[in-house]
């Protein structure tokens, strides 16, 4: 089962992981070495006893708000908000409101467009996706510092379909704002899946992919090439990362997170945090995948739109003239190096 929507593999990567049993292929994307799932630690207080709100954390994601709306570019960007709780949502639409009375050039700037901003809670917020989602945690320690493990329709049954829903809404970036952090959910006094899914979630919010522990070895139990074939790319492409690190470039092998990888990520020299290209090694096997098409959606039309520039490798090529092939990725790293400013060549 394919996975398109998401711009960045790191926004579905925790669902993949959490509750499809990676079984979901997605795509790696250029620029997805950092998360973009983060987590916005807030110091506030969950007032369990009366109003089950947390006024911290909702002015926290109303000034987040704020600073997009006023920001030229950030405001291009479809902005939600999903918070835990109804209660929480009303906090945040109060406050917001506030600003608006305020600054009505904002509020037109948040309605304008197609998608215009949204604040919804777990149980009415599937079906609607934006670029950009802020998610109010909302529970944490009351007053007293103690942290309940009562998390509203999150520990009902089903919970957990809810939290799942909740965290894949994003199309290029979630910001998690969060009074509570994983280590104060004590997973032995309670047995809801769903709190468990909320404490794995911060855990990933936090430290990113190292949450997740996928290996290379998980991966392969879902990837649609052969074993053999696996083994041959795995192969040649210590072959190619290697010589490619004696001139000078860093790679990482096997990028992304589920079945699917792209056999070599070249780092950007000028730009660290993003890969400059994607090296493909296809052996005997890949001649003989399902259909043309499937090869063409895969390596041409989603990967490009995602932003990879990809350099293809054939084993015989390389196992001919080695030097050859190191060439030819070197050339294609200089052009795009040193192509003009925002020009996107063909690979």
């Known amino acids: 089962l394919w996975h398109y929507r998401s711009r960045h593999e790191s926004l579905i990567a925790f669902s993949n992981r959490q509750y499809y049993e990676n079984k979901l292929l997605t795509f790696p994307s250029p620029n997805d070495l950092v998360s973009r799932v983060r987590l916005i630690p807030v110091d506030g207080v969950y007032d369990r006893g009366r109003t089950k709100q947390n006024p911290a954390e909702a002015r926290a994601v109303v000034a987040e708000i704020v600073r997009r709306l006023e920001d030229p570019v950030l405001s291009r960007q479809s902005l939600g908000v999903v918070s835990f709780s109804s209660v929480q949502q009303n906090l945040i639409e109060d406050y917001l409101t506030e600003v608006f009375r305020e600054r009505p050039e904002l509020e037109e700037r948040a309605m304008q467009g197609i998608e215009p901003v949204f604040i919804k809670n777990l149980e009415n917020v599937q079906g609607d996706e934006r670029d950009v989602i802020l998610f109010s945690v909302g529970y944490g320690p009351d007053k007293t510092g103690r942290v309940s493990l009562n998390f509203g329709p999150l ?17 290029s970036e979630m910001l998690v704002f969060s009074t509570i952090q994983a280590d104060q959910l004590d997973e032995a006094r309670t047995g809801s899946q769903g709190v468990a899914g909320l404490k794995a979630f911060l855990e990933y919010a936090q430290r990113g992919r190292p949450a997740l522990a996928i290996t290379a070895g998980q991966a392969e139990t879902t990837a649609p090439a052969g074993r053999s074939e696996r083994s041959e790319q795995a192969s040649l492409a210590a072959r190619i990362a290697n010589a490619l690190e004696e001139n000078g470039y860093q790679t990482q092998l096997l990028v992304g997170s589920s079945g699917y990888r792209i056999d070599i990520g070249i780092i950007d020299p000028d ?36 932003g990879w520039q990809l350099h293809q490798i054939w084993a015989v090529d390389w196992w001919e003239n080695p030097a050859k092939e190191i060439r030819r990725i070197l050339q294609h790293l200089e052009e795009l190096r040193h192509r003009p400013q925002g020009s996107s060549p063909e690979a």
């Open 155 to 171: 520990n009902r049954e089903g919970g957990w379909r809810r939290l799942n829903v909740a965290v894949s809404r994003a199309r």
């Open 271 to 306: 730009r660290p945090g993003e890969y400059i290209l994607g090296i493909l090694c296809n052996g005997a096997t890949y001649r003989d995948a399902r259909t043309t098409r499937d090869r063409e959606i895969l390596q041409q039309s989603v990967l490009k739109q995602l």
